[in-house]
């Protein structure tokens, strides 16, 4: 593979998350100031059934809680702490979870980006699908053409692009045969797989109408090989690094 070889574009995986704590406001805005035209982000449902922007259920990885999301209302859960002290110390002490309307805002500065939103399972398993699917399509309402509504969730999907028309990708659990006739059946825009979850080697994606996202990518080299074998994009963590990876490249070509 030379140095030539072409390179897949860059989704910041929760933002600039390396540096800043994991879909904060801080993570989305540095990955756009280093030239990220994709962010990629997560929502939950608080217990008043506001979207807000997490990964996780609970607290306990980046608040050092215990609460669930789920349980709190949006009012405590914006003034709760998710700094990630176990990673970053006191650095961001004060920074709080962003709600996604807050981030639908930050998107209208700043034309040109994309978003994938992550609707998470844990949600639709606690409030009921129908519930958390409006709930997301009515906040991104105004943002949706710059968005794609993605999940593990493959009935949530289908609703999603009868609900919102806007575009899809599905989040592969595994890498099979079952899951490429799935796929075949949904036809979705993208479709989002684990590196973990590839076979080993380089054989080639299955083709189809999506464009593959593949994560999560820390080196030039690994970003090659995700290119090679059909991935548009690659997510990573790592914004900075792995943009600076692709500028030493270029130079060196």
């Known amino acids: ?14 933002g600039n998350a390396t540096e800043f704590p994991e879909n904060t406001l801080q993570a989305f805005s540095s990955a756009v100031e280093l030239g990220v035209k994709y962010l990629e982000f997560d929502v939950q449902l608080t217990g008043d059934k506001v979207p807000v922007v997490m990964h996780d259920s609970d607290l306990a990885r980046v608040g050092d809680r215990e609460e669930s999301v789920h349980e709190m209302t949006w009012a405590q859960l914006a003034e709760t702490p998710v700094g990630e002290n176990k990673r970053f110390g006191q650095r961001f ?8 309307a807050q981030v639908v805002d930050a998107l209208h500065g700043w034309p ?8 998470k399972r844990g949600s639709m398993r606690r409030f009921g699908r129908e519930v958390v699917l409006r709930r997301v399509a009515e906040v991104l309402k105004p943002v949706s053409s710059r968005c794609v509504l993605i999940s593990f969730d493959l009935p949530s999907l289908k609703v999603l692009r009868l609900m919102t028309g806007a575009r899809i990708g599905w989040v592969i659990s595994e890498y099979s045969d079952a899951t490429r006739n799935e796929a075949a059946q949904l036809a979705p825009e993208f479709l989002f797989a684990n590196l973990d979850r590839l076979p080993e080697g380089l054989e080639p994606l299955w083709p189809g109408p999506w464009a593959w996202a593949l994560y999560e990518v820390r080196d030039v080299k690994t970003a090659r090989e995700c290119h090679a074998r059909g991935a548009r994009f690659v997510e990573t963590m790592a914004v900075r690094g792995l943009l600076r990876g692709y500028e030493e490249s270029r130079r060196q070509w």
């Open 1 to 14: 593979m030379t140095p030539g070889t072409p390179l897949p574009e860059i989704i910041a995986h929760r």
């Open 93 to 100: 002490a004060f920074t709080y979870p962003p709600s996604l």
């Open 112 to 119: 040109g980006v994309t978003a994938f939103v992550e609707v």
